[in-house]
Each structure stands twice: as C-alpha cells, then as structure tokens.
C-alpha cells in the first residue's frame, strides 16, 4: 500500500538554525501539506501546495517558514532561524491522486524537531 | 479559525462494547468530515470520510447532521486494538478548501 514518507524522524536543531524536513509523498497525489502538532495539543494546518505553488497557509506559516517541491518526488519544508516554540511534531499529507479522492489526506509518519 | 469540538474523555470500556464519539463544528459552510485516529506519538490515520447519508465500515459507523453541526462515530463489538485517540476532522472552507480542522481527539481505553 502507498504511504507518504519524511525524514528525518527526529532533528534535534539549536535556536537560530535552519531546518529542512522532508517528504515523499504518495506518487500519483497532486495536493501536498504540512502541519504541525505541540506535544500534547491539536494538529494544526500549516500550508497546502498544488501545481507547484502554495495553495492557502495559515497564521502559523509565517515568513519563517517556506516550502518547495524540489523535484518530481520531494515535498520539503524549510524552517529558518528556528525558535524554541516550533519543537512539535511535523506532519506531511498528501491527497487527490487519480483514483482517490482530493479531500482524503494521508500523513506520513512525522518529524520530531526539538530546538534547543 | 473556526473550531471542532469534541469530548476529550477517556473513554474507558471493555472489550466488546459499543462506544460512541461525538463531534460539533462551528463552521456551516465545511463540506468534508472525516474521522481520523492517532495512536500515542504517531501520525492521524484516515479512519472513514463521513457521508450525509451517513456510512458504515465494518465495526464502525458515522453519521453526520449538517443542521445540528454534529458528527458522531459508533464503534461496535470494540477491540482492545481500537485503543486509540479519535480525531473529528473538517476542512475548513475558503481558501483551498483543502486546510484541515482537528479535534483534540477522544481518548479510548478499550480493557479485557
């Protein structure tokens, strides 16, 4: 069965330093998004990415942040300077392939990014 | 941003019994329902897309009330491999359409 993978599973970063977390998603998806989760808190939308732009972002996605579909297979989202506050769970989904609906995201496994 | 709205439990029950998870949203204007679960540290697993007409997979069934802003998910006959948080999920209209809202999820126990 298809599955959307990211590494790293943990990335341990210093405050101020930029991360890049990763993502395959599932091959013939179309619709790419990240969201994050604090520990022990909701999972919550950062940005949706279709046809080589970003769809809709929220509040959250602020210019810290930045994604990119460096070629045919990966999703990447880039974290500069980070703060203590962006320690959580990262999630990568994707959905819309041709025999599955738009609407039907599948996660990947998550990156834990701790910023010391 | 809107809110989905759900009891956080736990939800303690014995193997075998019927349980059931409930759900409001805010937003009228969501079009896309669906349950997810997510096991401690792991990621949300698509469990079913919540129909109008309401759906059945196997052990579980959702129903959605768009009038009442409700959404509920039964679990028959559970198993002790259904301990796991239950996630209510919407999109949130506007924009792509596509931004997911998430519950906090309810908390089920399922015991020998």
């Known amino acids: 069965e298809p599955e959307v993978t990211q590494t790293p599973s943990h990335q341990v970063t210093q405050m101020g330093q930029e991360v890049i977390l990763r993502c395959v998603p599932i091959?013939?998806?179309?619709?790419f998004y990240w969201y994050r989760q604090i520990l022990g808190q909701k999972v919550e939308f950062l940005v949706s990415?279709?046809?080589?732009?970003?769809?809709?972002k929220s509040e959250i996605f602020d210019d810290q942040f930045s994604v990119e579909r460096p070629d045919g297979s990966n999703f990447t989202l880039k974290i500069r300077s980070t703060k203590l506050e962006d320690s959580a769970m990262y999630f990568c989904?994707?959905?819309?392939?041709?025999?599955?609906?738009?609407?039907?995201?599948?996660f990947g496994p998550g990156t834990r990014l701790t910023v010391t | 941003r809107k809110e989905v709205e759900q009891d956080p439990g736990p939800f303690n029950v014995p193997e075998g019994a019927t349980v059931a998870f409930n759900c409001t949203y805010s937003?009228?204007?969501?079009?896309?329902f669906f349950w997810y679960r997510q096991d401690c540290r792991k990621e949300p697993k698509l469990l079913m897309s919540v129909y109008s007409s309401g759906n059945e997979d196997g052990r579980f069934t959702a129903q959605l009330n768009r009038a009442s802003q409700y959404i509920s998910l039964l679990i028959r006959d559970s198993k002790l491999s259904d301990s796991a948080t239950y996630l209510c999920?919407?999109?949130?209209?506007?924009?792509?359409?596509?931004?997911?809202?998430f519950g906090k999820g309810t908390s089920l126990l399922v015991t020998p």
């Open positions: 999920v919407v999109n949130t209209p506007g924009g792509s359409g596509y931004a997911l809202n």
């Open positions: 937003n009228s204007a969501s079009q896309s």
């Open positions: 989904a994707s959905s819309g392939g041709v025999w599955g609906s738009s609407y039907e995201q599948y």
């Open positions: 091959s013939n998806h179309l619709y």
């Open positions: 990415f279709y046809n080589n732009e970003i769809s809709e």
